[in-house]
């Protein structure tokens, strides 16, 4: 069975830096690209960026592009997500996806 499990959300000030955290299990992690999604309160979900599996390469919406750094650690099948810079437009619960599977999401909220 597919499991994915974020942490690592909470309540930030504009500006400040959380890092969110994946922990996969149930197939092999190494040989699939990850990704990371968010939904803002009242919207649609929206991707957030992606890593290949040898975490070559990587891909960013261009609202999080230079403030968020997608990563990867094969040896513990896990996936973050740095955020930097935040901004109350990036509140949101974030989920990692692996294919249509996304996890239980965790709750990022930027706020004075």
């Known amino acids: 069975e597919v499991r994915l499990v974020e942490s690592g959300g909470g309540l930030v000030e504009p500006g400040g830096t959380l890092r969110l955290s994946c922990a996969a299990s149930g197939f092999t992690f190494s040989n699939s690209a990850m990704t990371w999604f968010r939904q803002p309160p009242g919207k649609g979900l929206e991707w957030v960026s992606v890593i290949d599996a040898m975490g070559d390469n990587t891909y960013y919406t261009d609202t999080v592009k230079g403030r968020f750094t997608i990563s990867r650690d094969n040896a513990k099948s896990t996936v973050y997500l740095q955020m930097n810079s935040l901004k109350p437009e990036d509140t949101a619960v974030y989920y990692c996806?692996?294919?249509?599977?996304r996890g239980q999401g965790t709750q990022v909220t930027v706020s004075p």
């Open positions: 996806g692996r294919g249509s599977t």
